[in-house]
């Protein structure tokens, strides 16, 4: 969140003197915008969007406000608040929980600093607990309530970094925490014994950026709330604290927020503070031009397939270029190695136009340590460093006053978040430029082209589901280890708690007394919030014993194997070893001219079908199924040209996934009956699983890299040609549910997205897909069109 906004359009901290620019002050984003085009020779841009200035509507101070606070913020800048900071810090003083579902940068902060704040003013015993999804945002908060400097308040952030000699100290003297849902979940209800003082006076539990809080980590996280709650209410805090959520535009903010607390909570949705303009531009890299050594040889294939440049390159370039012309920018990357490419490829140029420009980039993402973090943002917002290139750990609320525009490097895969994102510039009152970089991708090719998809639509609602039993189960579980169940308890943690219980006693996990059910094990369970797959693996250079950083226990077979190219901050490694049992992974530095890409096999069964439709030939069915994965071999692939090298095998464990799905089928007959023979069934089938999972976040919270598939000419368990699409989350993640209800929409804007690409035999921008095991092969354009007319002539609408 940012600090809260000032009345005068002109106030708020001062924009840091950049030391060194390399071009003439631009007149406007547009001018800015034109000039970037102006480097291809077809226009790379598809639409511009101008989002127009919005005047702020100001409020008075509420009367319960202590003169005390309104002249600590005066001394901040902050005059007087926007209306719907008064309206939500009024409800939350009145003890009403809220969530306050405003737009970036429109100063949700305040509206929940201002009642804890005064709460604690009043009540010198009196206790603020404020979780984030993000330890930046959590580091950024305490900043803007230390400088506030309220006498008694002793702000602290209690998290994994927090050094084990000061743990002891928040325990008993700080009176406004801030930590995460994953240190709350691990650290302090585990302690609660502990922590006995701070919950018994616990006024105010904030919940900042709530939207993030979807799929099965919003479920986990939901329980984590309600066992909260329930260590308030024992240590004597009988009606408990005041929810106070703050959330980007969503969806239905009241009805997520309930389910995400368990409580009745109320929505303030206009957004009544200042906005500068936006111009907002989609970006579609150009086709590369076809190489040489193939022109001529007159054989079709994938070697004469239409390329476009990569979505990675066009942001660095875009991302060099405006550093280059002193405009303050951050480039938003999809995954860690990306940001790192981002900022590589952009040091290299600016510095090869003015030596020592490329100083002024780096890259930020989580698995760096706790302090080239802090560092990072220092120098961004002091304008030390022009550009970062980031992951969406920079997504969320930190304060990054003057920046000038922002890069999105592929849709992000909500509206939401895409907002998010853009809104990360103009913050300090200035027009902006944002520019979203298409991936070669079906949904951004799709988007670039549909405007009206990206500008026109709603920002989705949040999904999440805390009666899944793959998360209600160990919650419950969690729950008994810190202190038994009651039969009051039973009710709190909601529908399907009495089941899940009953399973706990029979598998042995619990034990039945008159009093209630216990824990029956030493040990806590282990439960992992994230759902990414374990433990953070630790990265070292073997040769000093060096740290270097972390990464996530799921992504570790795919980014971490022998052999692998793992980056960091600019520097190149090779991993020599893979420890999954030690978490640990040891590299030596190496600069190869080639990178590596890990490729897995998928198999599915099906366990049990919640509901079908049965429409003729045609088959569309949601339910259970088992996914298991293997990550078998990688390619070696020349960084200059893209150009396999070779295939190496890989020898890691199988992973397995009870998970949720959605699938069709069609009978044999009707795909003849389509022009589909049968020995091009299975490319007809697999070039429209993956055109169908890059649609799907179309219609669902989710992107591509949360959801897997399958496509077979004959399943064992159908034994029918069928098209998988599955959560790739333990139990599901809410997405299969949202396209078997929405398949006509989705499927439609599948087949749509396939016939309006420009290619001949298919590309990345339509059925290939950056994640496929089997190497996109084999895969048949036409052929999936003529599927999804079959499936879309049968199935209701």
């Known amino acids: 969140m940012t600090s809260a906004a000032t009345v005068s359009a002109g106030s708020g901290p001062e924009r840091p003197t950049d030391a060194v620019t390399a071009g003439p002050p631009l007149a406007s984003p547009g001018e800015l915008l034109r000039r970037l085009r102006q480097r291809h020779p077809a226009d790379p841009v598809t639409h511009v969007e101008r989002v127009p200035p919005r005047i702020g509507v100001p409020a008075p101070w509420p009367s319960w406000a202590p003169e005390e606070l309104r002249a600590a913020y005066a001394r901040r800048g902050v005059t007087t608040p926007w209306r719907h900071q008064a309206e939500a810090a009024g409800l939350a003083y009145d003890r009403r929980h809220v969530v306050v579902a405003t737009g970036t940068a429109s100063g949700k902060s305040l509206a929940y600093q201002l ?28 900043r803007a309530v230390a400088a506030l400097e309220i006498e008694g308040v002793r702000p602290a952030c209690y998290d994994g970094d927090t050094p084990r000699a000061e743990r002891e100290w928040i325990r008993r003297h700080s009176r406004f925490v801030l930590t995460n849902p994953d240190m709350l979940h691990h650290g302090i209800l585990p302690g609660h014994a502990q922590w006995s003082g701070f919950l018994r006076r616990l006024a105010y539990v904030v919940i900042d950026e709530c939207h ?18 329930r260590q308030c209410a024992r240590y004597g805090r009988a009606d408990g604290p005041t929810f106070v959520l703050a959330s980007a535009t969503s969806g239905d903010p009241a009805s997520a927020a309930g389910r995400l607390t368990g409580l009745r909570v109320t929505a303030v949705t206009e957004d009544t503070s200042p906005r500068a303009g936006v111009t907002f531009a989609l970006w579609e890299p150009p086709l590369l031009p076809p190489d040489p ?21 066009e942001t660095a370039d875009l991302l ?9 920018t951050l480039a938003f990357v999809r995954s860690r190695r990306g940001a790192e490419v981002v900022a590589t490829s952009a040091r290299r140029s600016l510095d090869e136009a003015v030596p020592g420009l490329g100083d002024r980039v780096a890259a930020y993402r989580a698995g760096y340590l706790r302090e080239e973090r802090r560092e990072l943002e220092r120098a961004l917002l002091h304008g030390e460093l022009l550009g970062l290139a980031s992951t969406n750990a920079l997504e969320l609320g930190v304060d990054l006053i003057g920046l000038d525009a922002v890069v999105i490097c592929g849709y992000p895969g909500t509206r939401a978040s895409l907002w998010q994102q853009a809104g990360r510039a103009g913050r300090s009152g200035q027009e902006a430029l944002a520019v979203l970089v298409a991936r070669d991708d079906p949904l951004d090719t799709y988007l670039v082209h549909h405007p009206e998809a990206v500008f026109g639509a709603p920002v989705e609602a949040t999904v999440l589901d805390p009666a899944n039993a793959y998360v209600l189960g160990p919650q419950l579980a969690c729950a008994a280890a810190e202190a038994p169940l009651t039969a009051a308890d039973l009710e709190l943690f909601g529908d399907g708690t009495k089941e899940a219980v009953a399973a706990l006693v029979e598998a042995g996990a619990l034990r039945q007394r008159p009093t209630g059910w216990y824990w029956r094990h030493r040990e806590r369970p282990e439960v992992d919030l994230r759902g990414d797959g374990g433990a953070p693996v630790c990265v070292v250079e073997a040769a000093t ?23 960091h901050q600019g520097a190149s490694y090779v991993v020599d070893s893979l420890d999954l049992d030690d978490g640990c992974a040891l590299v030596h530095p190496e600069e190869p001219d080639w990178s590596t890409h890990a490729r897995d096999v998928t198999s599915l069964s099906v366990v049990s079908v919640r509901s079908y439709v049965d429409a003729g030939p045609v088959g569309l069915f949601l339910g259970e199924v088992d996914v298991t994965s293997q990550v078998v071999s990688y390619q070696r692939r020349r960084i200059a040209t893209g150009e396999v090298i070779d295939t190496r095998p890989l020898d890691l ?15 044999p007959g009707s795909l003849i009956d389509a022009g589909v023979p049968p020995a091009d069934v299975p490319g007809a089938l697999h070039a ?59 499927l439609r804007a ?24 089997n190497g996109n092969n084999p895969l048949s354009k036409p052929d999936a069109i003529r599927v999804l007319d079959v499936v879309l002539t049968n199935l209701p609408q």
């Open 750 to 773: 599948t087949r749509d997205a396939i016939a309006e690409c420009g290619c001949e035999t298919g590309c990345p921008s339509c059925v290939q897909s950056p994640k496929c095991g």
């Open 212 to 229: 993030v809080y979807r799929g099965v980590f919003g479920s986990h996280v939901a329980h984590v709330l309600r066992r909260l709650r």
């Open 688 to 746: 429209a699983e993956h055109a169908a999972i890059g649609l799907l976040p179309l219609i669902a919270t989710c992107d591509r890299w949360d959801i897997g598939g399958l496509s077979t000419a004959v399943h064992p368990d159908t034994e029918a040609p069928t098209v998988f699409v599955y959560d790739g989350h333990s139990g599901g993640a809410g997405f299969a549910e949202r396209a078997y209800g929405m398949a006509a929409s989705w």
């Open 320 to 328: 060099a270029d405006t550093v280059a012309a002193g405009v303050r």
């Open 293 to 313: 050594s193939t022109a001529g040889s007159g054989e079709p294939g994938p070697e004469l397939t239409q390329v476009r440049r990569s979505a990675l390159r």
């Open 653 to 667: 464990p199988a992973r397995e996934l009870r998970t949720v799905a959605v699938w069709f089928t069609l009978s």
């Open 115 to 142: 009642p804890a704040l005064a709460t604690l003013l009043a009540d010198p015993r009196a206790t603020v607990l404020y979780l984030t999804p993000t330890k930046a945002l959590a580091a950024d908060q305490l």
């Open 545 to 567: 014993g060096r740290l270097l950083g972390t990464v996530d226990g799921g992504s570790a077979h795919f980014l971490l194997h022998p052999g692998a190219v793992y980056l």
